[in-house]
């Protein structure tokens, strides 16, 4: 007995949705592509257009500002290594990528996870939705976006947004969910308007554990620059992976380093945003 | 007019509430239904009403219903079926923007938890209720500092909430309660988390805010003495039905029920019942009638003493038989053997309070207005047999 399917065209089904929608939504992908492509570089290059050493000592003064002198010091000393070894052009490439990334992570995750907060049945549906997004192997999203956007910077942030954008959704969904029913019902008590109640108190006592998703997404962004270099994407990824394909394990090291440093620079000034929220100012 | 009405207020929580509707009249008991179905019959056709400026104590044990009684009152929990008028309007029926303007204007809640937000300080707390009415800011400051003041927290307000004791805490919950002037007061268990000592203390200070404020007070507790030293009236909840509603004293002593006995028989009495539950009616007499007049009104009525006093009650002293009898040889009046000397004590001193005056004295106690106006005596009996539960023949007297 033969209890076989035939084999299902998922496959197929995935690229006939992926053509109809190149042929009938390509002004929507054109304007979003112009979009992003223009921040992306315009960000790029206004960091660029600051003399390295200046934008260090901004750097050092934003994480002193933020942080505390240890981080300050990292800063100053990392990104002067960065600088020194001739990756600065190309890492402020990179943040730019990644702050836009993240961004626009924010922008669509925050409200996401606040529609997640207040429906149980907008939560059923987004919470498997982004599990696929985060288990799907990264690489998956290359192609369509490829497909929509064509090589470039813009269709790696595309990628990196899907990657990065889950913790955002999952932590402000849960952050709401979390404050105290008896605070939610004293906001209600004294007559707030939904608004007022979000504002007021929801997303305030929310603000830590939405920081530490956005934290999250800003470290996914940055962990995917190195795959959007392998569709075009500039910066320090693209050294990366240059340096991957021709077996230079020295300049390999040179550039992941300064993916490094920019990691850590971004986690610990992320990270104290919310230990000083915690504390109140 | 009373200022709120429930009317065959319910709320089942659960899908069919018809159907607990359908059990609970063919005598089903509430536990029952919960086993038997998905129903909970969290408050079962409720009605009261509340006059103006009353403390109306809600009290039951955990289960009776009575936290989601008063989140009824307010559409915290949205009632089954039922009416609460407010000022004679059905809150039930009122959209969502005029529910807004009620729990702005008229009511105010205080939570068990306090339930301040802790992303604010203590002053910007208690202009919350303001702030999210648009008032502006440097008068909603003066409103919320003054209202600080009045719970005595006033140097407080740039503080933290959790740098604030459990007491402090909730006097904010409560100036935050009060700095939009509502109406009423819904107060949830609210000084249930406080140890005992500060709990009193919160209870001496609601009530002499009350007596300036003059709010309409909603207060739920679980906690008998709680109910008995602050209640104007009392519903006693079990299970989701008000079991008896009545004033501290008629709860005490005409229980409704084995329930309601059980639950106040352990109740130090002397603490609750007043002297007025035990004064009985004075034999007076006015100053211008002779002393033999009083003779003979003793003899009649079987008493050694008589009080004397003007045309408004007002007590001047007490004449005994034996003065009176040497009077009437003498030909004295009653002005000359009158005893000024007496011990009065006001209606609302507690038994525990009498003990000591009563036996000291050597005629019985006189009970006094504030205006010395003479309102009932207390005979030495009366105290021990008020105490041992027997306080309806006295109070009939005293009638």
Same mark, same amino acid.
Request: aromatic share 6%; with cysteine.
């Given at each position: ?281 | ?36 179905? *998905? ?17 109306? %104590? ?54 068990? *938890? ?30 919320? /500092? ?68 003059? *709010? ?54 002397? *603490? ?22 009083? /003779? ?70 006189? %009970? ?15 105290? /021990? ?15």
């Amino acid at each position: 007995m033969n209890l076989d399917l035939p084999k299902l065209p998922i496959g197929r089904w995935v690229e006939t949705v992926e053509g109809w929608l190149e042929s009938n939504a390509g002004p929507l992908f054109k304007g979003i592509k112009t979009l992003i492509g223009s921040t992306v570089n315009g960000l790029s290059d206004a960091f660029n257009a600051v003399p390295a050493l200046l934008m260090i000592v901004l750097f050092t003064v934003l994480a002193y500002w933020i942080g505390r002198t240890r981080i300050a010091l990292f800063t100053l000393l990392g990104l002067y290594l960065v600088y020194n070894l001739g990756y600065w052009e190309h890492t402020m490439e990179t943040l730019a990528l990644v702050l836009t990334a993240s961004v626009i992570s924010v922008v669509i995750g925050v409200p996401l996870g606040i529609g997640c907060a207040r429906s149980n049945g907008l939560q059923k549906i987004v919470t498997p939705v982004l599990d696929f997004m985060q288990t799907m192997p990264a690489f998956v999203y290359l192609l369509p976006a490829v497909a929509f956007f064509s090589l470039g910077v813009v269709p790696g942030v595309i990628a990196s947004v899907i990657f990065g954008i889950p913790p955002t959704i999952r932590l402000t969904n849960l952050g709401i969910r979390q404050v105290p029913g008896d605070l939610v019902e004293a906001a209600d008590a004294f007559g707030s308007t939904p608004m007022q109640k979000l504002f007021k108190l929801q997303l305030p006592i929310a603000a830590p554990t939405i920081m530490a998703g956005v934290n999250q997404t800003i470290m996914l962004s940055l962990s995917m620059v190195v795959i959007a270099s392998m569709i075009g994407a500039q910066g320090v990824g693209a050294d990366v992976y240059r340096a991957v394909t021709q077996a230079k394990t020295g300049v390999g090291f040179e550039a992941g380093l300064a993916v490094v440093v920019l990691a850590i620079i971004l986690d610990r000034i992320t990270q104290n945003l919310i230990t000083n929220k915690r504390k109140g100012k | 007019m009373a200022i709120i009405e429930v009317r065959e207020l319910s709320k089942v929580f659960g899908n069919d509430p018809k159907r607990a509707y359908r059990l609970l009249d063919q005598g089903w008991s509430k536990e029952r239904i919960a086993k038997e179905t *998905k129903l909970t019959v969290g408050v079962n056709r409720v009605s009261f009403s509340i006059e103006p400026g009353e403390i109306f %104590v809600i009290m039951g044990l955990s289960g009776s219903g009575k936290s989601t009684l008063v989140r009824l009152l307010n559409r915290l929990i949205e009632p089954t079926s039922g009416q609460v008028l407010i000022d004679g309007k059905d809150i039930v029926r009122l959209s969502a923007e005029e529910l807004r303007q009620v729990r702005r204007k008229t009511i105010s809640m205080v939570f068990q *938890k306090f339930a301040l937000f802790p992303h604010r300080t203590v002053l910007e707390n208690v202009e919350y209720g303001l702030e999210i009415q648009g008032v502006a800011k440097s008068a909603r400051t003066e409103k919320a /500092l003054k209202t600080l003041e009045l719970v005595g927290l006033g140097g407080w307000a740039d503080k933290s909430p959790d740098e604030l004791s459990g007491g402090m805490q909730q006097r904010v919950g409560l100036a935050r309660g009060l700095a939009n002037d509502p109406d009423i007061l819904l107060m949830d268990e609210a000084f249930s988390a406080l140890d005992p000592l500060i709990r009193k203390d919160m209870q001496d200070e609601l009530l002499e805010l009350q007596a300036t404020m003059k *709010k309409t007070i909603v207060f739920i507790t679980h906690d008998l003495d709680e109910a008995l030293r602050i209640g104007d009236r009392i519903a006693l909840m079990k299970d989701g039905v008000v079991v008896q509603i009545g004033t501290p004293e008629e709860i005490l002593t005409h229980p409704a029920n084995e329930y309601v006995e059980r639950f106040v028989e352990d109740v130090d009495l002397s *603490k609750v019942l007043t002297a007025s539950h035990v004064m009985i009616r004075a034999e007076t007499i006015t100053m211008d009638r002779g002393p033999r007049v009083a /003779l003979q009104l003793m003899r009649d009525r079987g008493i050694s003493n008589l009080y004397v006093v003007d045309k408004s009650r007002q007590l001047l002293g007490v004449v005994t038989a034996e003065a009176s009898a040497e009077a009437a040889k003498t030909g004295r009046g009653l002005e000359d053997i009158l005893v000024r000397e007496m011990t009065t004590v006001p209606p609302d001193v507690h038994l525990s309070e009498l003990f000591e005056v009563v036996s000291a004295a050597k005629i019985p106690v006189a %009970v006094v207005d504030d205006r010395q106006r003479l309102l009932g005596i207390i005979i030495r009996g009366a105290v /021990l047999s008020a105490l041992s539960g027997n306080t309806e023949t006295e109070a009939g007297d005293a009638e």
